[in-house]
Protein backbone atom coordinates (compact mmCIF):
# COMPACT_ATOMS: atom_id res chain seq x y z
CA UNK A 1 0.00 0.00 0.00
CA UNK A 2 0.99 3.48 -0.91
CA UNK A 3 1.31 5.86 1.96
CA UNK A 4 -0.57 8.36 -0.35
CA UNK A 5 -3.57 7.70 -2.88
CA UNK A 6 -4.52 10.25 -5.39
CA UNK A 7 -6.91 9.30 -7.88
CA UNK A 8 -4.69 9.94 -11.22
CA UNK A 9 -8.26 11.04 -13.26
CA UNK A 10 -8.48 12.33 -15.72
CA UNK A 11 -11.32 14.43 -14.21
CA UNK A 12 -12.70 16.57 -16.77
CA UNK A 13 -15.78 19.59 -15.51
CA UNK A 14 -17.32 22.24 -17.38
CA UNK A 15 -16.14 26.03 -16.72
CA UNK A 16 -17.98 27.55 -13.58
CA UNK A 17 -17.99 24.01 -11.79
CA UNK A 18 -16.63 23.29 -8.18
CA UNK A 19 -13.85 20.62 -8.49
CA UNK A 20 -12.88 17.97 -5.65
CA UNK A 21 -9.47 16.76 -5.66
CA UNK A 22 -8.70 14.17 -2.73
CA UNK A 23 -5.66 11.93 -1.17
CA UNK A 24 -5.92 10.05 1.42
CA UNK A 25 -2.64 8.56 3.36
CA UNK A 26 -1.58 5.94 5.59
CA UNK A 27 1.02 7.54 7.53
CA UNK A 28 -0.55 9.21 11.17
CA UNK A 29 3.03 11.23 11.34
CA UNK A 30 2.52 13.23 8.58
CA UNK A 31 1.42 16.87 9.89
CA UNK A 32 2.06 19.13 7.23
CA UNK A 33 0.22 18.99 3.90
CA UNK A 34 0.25 21.05 0.40
CA UNK A 35 -1.30 21.00 -3.14
CA UNK A 36 1.32 21.44 -5.80
CA UNK A 37 -0.07 22.49 -9.28
CA UNK A 38 1.59 21.38 -12.26
CA UNK A 39 1.21 22.65 -15.89
CA UNK A 40 2.46 20.55 -18.62
CA UNK A 41 5.93 21.04 -19.29
CA UNK A 42 6.39 22.51 -16.31
CA UNK A 43 8.35 22.02 -13.26
CA UNK A 44 5.04 21.69 -9.68
CA UNK A 45 4.56 25.29 -8.55
CA UNK A 46 2.82 25.10 -4.29
CA UNK A 47 -0.33 26.45 -4.51
CA UNK A 48 -1.77 25.43 -0.94
CA UNK A 49 -0.27 24.80 2.70
CA UNK A 50 -2.17 23.37 5.53
CA UNK A 51 -0.64 22.45 8.93
CA UNK A 52 -2.46 19.88 10.86
CA UNK A 53 -6.28 19.90 10.36
CA UNK A 54 -8.70 22.34 9.48
CA UNK A 55 -9.32 24.37 6.45
CA UNK A 56 -7.83 26.90 4.57
CA UNK A 57 -8.97 29.37 2.24
CA UNK A 58 -7.25 31.29 -0.69
CA UNK A 59 -9.29 32.70 -3.20
CA UNK A 60 -11.40 30.33 -5.21
CA UNK A 61 -8.84 27.73 -3.55
CA UNK A 62 -9.91 25.57 -0.13
CA UNK A 63 -7.77 23.09 1.53
CA UNK A 64 -8.91 20.98 4.26
CA UNK A 65 -7.65 18.46 6.22
CA UNK A 66 -9.39 15.62 8.20
CA UNK A 67 -6.79 13.73 10.24
CA UNK A 68 -8.98 11.47 11.89
CA UNK A 69 -9.76 9.69 8.76
CA UNK A 70 -6.44 10.76 7.03
CA UNK A 71 -7.99 12.17 4.37
CA UNK A 72 -7.32 15.70 2.53
CA UNK A 73 -8.97 18.00 0.03
CA UNK A 74 -8.38 20.64 -2.36
CA UNK A 75 -11.66 22.34 -3.81
CA UNK A 76 -11.86 24.35 -6.32
CA UNK A 77 -14.59 26.75 -7.15
CA UNK A 78 -15.77 28.73 -10.05
CA UNK A 79 -13.23 26.67 -11.80
CA UNK A 80 -11.71 28.05 -14.89
CA UNK A 81 -9.61 26.62 -18.58
CA UNK A 82 -6.57 27.86 -16.52
CA UNK A 83 -6.95 25.26 -13.89
CA UNK A 84 -6.17 22.60 -16.30
CA UNK A 85 -3.43 21.42 -14.68
CA UNK A 86 -2.11 18.34 -12.88
CA UNK A 87 -2.36 18.73 -9.42
CA UNK A 88 -0.56 16.61 -6.69
CA UNK A 89 -0.96 16.61 -2.80
CA UNK A 90 2.30 15.84 -0.56
CA UNK A 91 2.63 15.65 2.93
CA UNK A 92 5.48 15.41 5.57
CA UNK A 93 6.12 14.34 9.06
CA UNK A 94 7.74 16.68 11.68
CA UNK A 95 10.81 14.59 11.64
CA UNK A 96 11.28 15.18 7.93
CA UNK A 97 11.33 18.90 8.05
CA UNK A 98 15.24 19.22 8.43
CA UNK A 99 15.39 16.87 5.55
CA UNK A 100 12.85 18.40 3.17
CA UNK A 101 11.83 14.98 2.03
CA UNK A 102 7.99 14.94 0.88
CA UNK A 103 5.64 11.88 -0.15
CA UNK A 104 3.56 12.75 -3.20
CA UNK A 105 0.39 11.39 -4.18
CA UNK A 106 0.54 10.49 -7.96
CA UNK A 107 -1.25 13.54 -9.23
CA UNK A 108 -4.88 14.35 -10.50
CA UNK A 109 -4.80 15.72 -14.08
CA UNK A 110 -7.92 18.27 -14.62
CA UNK A 111 -8.94 19.48 -17.51
CA UNK A 112 -11.51 22.41 -17.06
CA UNK A 113 -13.64 22.76 -20.63
CA UNK A 114 -14.71 26.56 -21.94
CA UNK B 1 13.82 36.25 -10.35
CA UNK B 2 13.87 33.69 -7.65
CA UNK B 3 13.99 30.40 -9.58
CA UNK B 4 15.39 27.07 -9.82
CA UNK B 5 17.32 25.90 -13.32
CA UNK B 6 18.04 22.40 -14.30
CA UNK B 7 20.14 21.63 -17.70
CA UNK B 8 19.62 20.16 -19.84
CA UNK B 9 15.94 20.49 -20.61
CA UNK B 10 15.94 17.28 -22.95
CA UNK B 11 18.23 14.51 -23.59
CA UNK B 12 18.64 11.36 -25.41
CA UNK B 13 21.78 9.40 -24.51
CA UNK B 14 22.33 5.94 -24.70
CA UNK B 15 23.35 2.95 -22.41
CA UNK B 16 26.59 3.37 -20.17
CA UNK B 17 27.71 6.80 -21.35
CA UNK B 18 27.84 8.70 -18.09
CA UNK B 19 25.72 12.21 -17.76
CA UNK B 20 25.32 14.79 -15.43
CA UNK B 21 22.31 16.96 -15.01
CA UNK B 22 22.69 20.53 -13.50
CA UNK B 23 21.17 22.24 -10.96
CA UNK B 24 21.30 25.68 -9.66
CA UNK B 25 19.16 27.76 -7.08
CA UNK B 26 19.30 31.77 -6.60
CA UNK B 27 17.59 32.01 -3.36
CA UNK B 28 20.54 30.65 -0.85
CA UNK B 29 18.41 27.72 -0.18
CA UNK B 30 20.25 25.13 2.24
CA UNK B 31 18.30 21.93 1.25
CA UNK B 32 18.48 20.56 -2.16
CA UNK B 33 16.58 17.28 -3.63
CA UNK B 34 16.01 15.26 -6.63
CA UNK B 35 13.17 13.82 -7.76
CA UNK B 36 11.99 11.86 -11.02
CA UNK B 37 8.06 11.67 -12.26
CA UNK B 38 7.08 8.85 -13.73
CA UNK B 39 3.81 7.79 -15.03
CA UNK B 40 1.41 6.59 -12.34
CA UNK B 41 4.29 6.62 -9.59
CA UNK B 42 4.22 10.59 -8.77
CA UNK B 43 7.44 12.03 -7.65
CA UNK B 44 9.79 10.01 -6.39
CA UNK B 45 12.92 11.64 -4.19
CA UNK B 46 16.13 10.08 -5.32
CA UNK B 47 18.46 12.44 -3.19
CA UNK B 48 18.54 15.18 -0.94
CA UNK B 49 21.06 17.47 0.54
CA UNK B 50 20.96 19.62 3.79
CA UNK B 51 23.61 21.51 3.48
CA UNK B 52 27.16 22.01 1.72
CA UNK B 53 29.06 18.39 1.61
CA UNK B 54 25.65 17.05 3.34
CA UNK B 55 23.53 14.65 1.13
CA UNK B 56 21.87 11.54 1.65
CA UNK B 57 19.59 8.76 -0.25
CA UNK B 58 15.92 9.41 -0.63
CA UNK B 59 13.46 6.69 -1.57
CA UNK B 60 15.53 5.71 -5.28
CA UNK B 61 18.72 5.90 -5.65
CA UNK B 62 20.54 3.04 -7.22
CA UNK B 63 22.17 4.21 -10.22
CA UNK B 64 22.47 8.26 -9.06
CA UNK B 65 24.88 10.51 -7.26
CA UNK B 66 25.03 13.62 -6.13
CA UNK B 67 27.56 16.26 -5.14
CA UNK B 68 27.08 19.47 -3.67
CA UNK B 69 30.42 21.33 -3.41
CA UNK B 70 28.77 24.72 -3.36
CA UNK B 71 25.27 26.23 -2.07
CA UNK B 72 23.59 26.59 -4.86
CA UNK B 73 24.77 23.80 -7.39
CA UNK B 74 23.37 20.35 -6.97
CA UNK B 75 24.17 18.04 -9.73
CA UNK B 76 22.81 14.58 -10.78
CA UNK B 77 25.37 12.05 -12.04
CA UNK B 78 24.10 8.92 -13.63
CA UNK B 79 27.60 7.12 -14.16
CA UNK B 80 26.09 4.25 -16.22
CA UNK B 81 22.32 5.17 -17.65
CA UNK B 82 20.07 2.08 -18.11
CA UNK B 83 16.98 2.24 -20.30
CA UNK B 84 14.88 2.05 -16.65
CA UNK B 85 16.28 5.50 -15.68
CA UNK B 86 14.45 6.74 -18.61
CA UNK B 87 11.98 9.69 -16.94
CA UNK B 88 10.87 13.56 -15.93
CA UNK B 89 13.67 14.89 -13.25
CA UNK B 90 12.98 17.08 -11.30
CA UNK B 91 15.63 19.38 -9.13
CA UNK B 92 14.07 21.40 -6.07
CA UNK B 93 15.04 23.39 -3.23
CA UNK B 94 13.86 24.99 0.45
CA UNK B 95 14.84 27.39 3.11
CA UNK B 96 15.31 25.70 6.51
CA UNK B 97 13.43 29.31 7.96
CA UNK B 98 10.34 28.03 6.15
CA UNK B 99 10.04 26.23 9.51
CA UNK B 100 9.08 23.00 8.84
CA UNK B 101 6.79 24.27 6.04
CA UNK B 102 9.31 22.46 3.30
CA UNK B 103 7.96 24.51 0.32
CA UNK B 104 9.78 22.90 -2.29
CA UNK B 105 10.68 25.51 -5.20
CA UNK B 106 11.36 23.50 -8.37
CA UNK B 107 12.94 23.34 -11.44
CA UNK B 108 11.35 23.43 -15.22
CA UNK B 109 12.52 19.68 -15.21
CA UNK B 110 14.57 17.31 -17.75
CA UNK B 111 13.57 15.05 -19.52
CA UNK B 112 16.18 11.97 -19.85
CA UNK B 113 15.40 9.63 -22.71
CA UNK B 114 18.17 6.02 -22.14
CA UNK B 115 18.20 4.21 -25.20
Same mark, same amino acid.
Given at each position: ?16 ? =? ?13 ? *? ?37 ? =??? *? =? ?25 ? =? *? ?10 | ?7 ? %????? !? ?14 ? /? ?6 ? $?? @? ?10 ? !? #??? $?? +? $? !?? /???? !???? #?? %? ?22 ? %??? +? ?8 ? @? ?6
Amino acid at each position: QKEVEQDPGPLSVPEGA =IVSLNCTYSNSAFQY *FMWYRQYSRKGPELLMYTYSSGNKEDGRFTAQVDKSSKY =ISL *F =IRDSQPSDSATYLCAMSAPGSSNTGKL =I *FGQGTTLQVKP | EAQVTQNP %RYLIT !VTGKKLTVTCSQNMNH /EYMSWYRQ $DP @GLGLRQIYYSMN !V #EVT $DK +G $D !VP /EGYK !VSRK #EK %RNFPLILESPSPNQTSLYFCASSS %RLA +GGRNEQFFGP @GTRLTVL
